[in-house]
């Protein structure tokens, strides 16, 4: 064949080896996404997943990446959302704390301009 391969030949061992590990890799994704599923994981994305799951592999293949990107950032801004209500939270309580600190300064400031006053008449 005058050192030309035939397009009908197997692939190399090296080349099988790539495509057994990117299906690892993908089989990887699917089970941490599987996993990255919890009870704080939006009841949509948890049937979309079990959804996907269903799908034939090669769809499941190509799907399954964007997937597990979708629960990660949904996860992420849960979490995001949380740490900013429990700042608001901590937030309006020093508010109150501030409101109640600075009328008692000006109770203070009133009785002290009252006492002054009487001393001064």
């Known amino acids: 064949m005058d050192g030309y391969q035939s397009r009908t030949t197997r692939p190399s ?4 080896h790539e495509t057994f590990q990117q299906k690892e890799l993908i089989m990887t994704k699917i089970a941490a996404t599987q996993a ?4 704080e994981t939006p009841v949509e994305l948890q049937e979309m997943a079990a959804a996907i ?6 769809y499941r293949d190509s799907v399954a990446p964007a ?6 950032c949904s996860t992420r801004r849960r979490r995001i959302l949380n740490l900013v ?5 901590q937030l ?5 704390y501030l409101i109640f600190d600075l009328e008692a300064t000006r109770r203070e400031r009133d009785q002290y301009k009252e006492m002054l006053e009487k001393d001064q008449s």
């Open 92 to 96: 309006r309580l020093d508010m109150k």
């Open 85 to 89: 209500q429990e700042a608001l939270s």
């Open 53 to 58: 799951e269903a799908l034939p592999q090669r």
């Open 13 to 16: 061992p090296t080349r099988r």
């Open 67 to 72: 997937l597990a990107r979708v629960i990660e």
């Open 36 to 39: 990255k599923l919890t009870d």
